[in-house]
């Protein structure tokens, strides 16, 4: 195996060289419409080393951790942690990544629970909107929310918040 | 029973009917849910998209608490659930992973407890019974399809289920109340989970055939039992438009529980039609 893909391998925890191209991941995938390669290409890029192409990927932040071709695959495979461990060096190695909308919505939740140690969905939705600079999509959709009392204006917030802090900080210590 | 309780973030935002009901529907039922103190959000789906170890210390934080009392974590919520039990098993594992977890948080994991979503609760044998015999108005003639999406189910190694492909726990609840629930074949599909904020269309062009399949099944409703799936399903369902009810509001229903026009108004599509 190339050092990518031993990487990945290492730190996804997946056997990623047993990946035999039998197609039953891309075959049950919700997904996949919106991916450049079908899952077992991803998989076999991988294996080649195409490690650029990869983290620049649509594919990469597409997933949405469904599992479902985890589970379904004979040798085992789990994609979902494949892309989590991808999305963590594209991250760490600040490659911008090509679903600036998903990215935006990702960080803007992880910022709502570093600050809160709980969701606000109001604050995390302005930031979202803030960092994607669209503000016009799904006004509607957040609009009939707001006006049933589901986004309320007030964040919930968690005492322990020093354990969050630490939690946050420990990312850091892995790599 | 007792049981420590986890309501997430969105209990009181955008599944507080959801958390409302479960509520409701456990007191009919006889079982006293304590709730954890000062829970922390579980991360979504976006701490461990983002990070591994954020994604496992935030859940792993709650059951830490949560071993304190000694009693079964409940999360209704299937991405808490999720969340909650893929820190269950690093811990369990005992690993390195746990002991970074141990040293974060500073607590030793020594109790060990269970992490329980509503599928479990409804698999212990007694409970069809329990629903039975709370049964006030028997919600004849209602057909529903169930549906799980992945956090309730996937990946099996996390959630422990034995039958991921074709789960049939929350149909028999379902029964138990004297609905009709028909099977399909969609009920573990995804809903197209946080594409719901990022990219809606797709979520939509994935609602919109779940909705088509729902009703070409014969199903007036979808039962759902996660808010994330509730949330896509009642915004995103295009043209079809069935309305998408929690297990826990269905057996509200048959229970006749107070305060349930409260919770048909904050669905999207509106589901009190349903039981006139």
Known sequence: ?175 | MDLSFYPGCTAHSTAWEFITSTRAVFDVLGHNLEEIEDWNCCGGASARALDRMVGLGLPARNLFTAQEAGRTLFAPCAGCYNNLRRALKALEEGGEEADALKKTLGREWDKPIDVWSLVEFFQRPEAMEEIRNNVKKPLEGLKVVAYYGCQLVRPPKVTDATNWENPTTLESACEAAGACAIDWSYKVDCCGADMGISHGEHAGTICSNLGVKAAEAGADAIVVSCGLCHANMDMRQGEVKLPVLYITELLGEAFQCEGRDKWWKKHVIDPSGLFK
């Open chain 1, 1 to 175: 195996m190339n050092e990518f893909a031993k990487e990945i391998s290492e730190r996804s925890g997946q056997p990623i060289s047993s990946c035999y191209q039998c197609g039953k991941c891309s075959a049950g995938c919700p997904a996949v419409q919106w991916f450049e390669w079908p899952n077992h290409g991803f998989i076999r890029k991988i294996q080649l080393g195409a490690k650029e192409e990869l983290l620049k990927s649509h594919a990469l932040w597409m997933c949405i951790a469904c599992e479902t071709c985890g589970t379904r695959c004979p040798n085992d495979i789990h994609i979902s942690s494949i892309m989590d461990a991808m999305r963590s060096m594209a991250k760490a190695e600040k490659v911008a990544s090509a679903e600036p909308s998903v990215m935006a919505f990702h960080t803007s939740f992880v910022d709502s629970v570093a600050k809160y140690g709980r969701v606000h969905e109001m604050s995390m939705l302005v930031n979202y909107k803030l960092k994607t600079r669209d503000f016009f999509t799904d006004v509607g959709v957040g609009m009939k929310l707001f006006f049933k009392g589901k986004i309320p204006l007030k964040p919930s917030r968690v005492a322990g918040k020093a354990d969050i802090d630490k939690v946050m900080a420990s990312s850091a210590d892995k790599r």
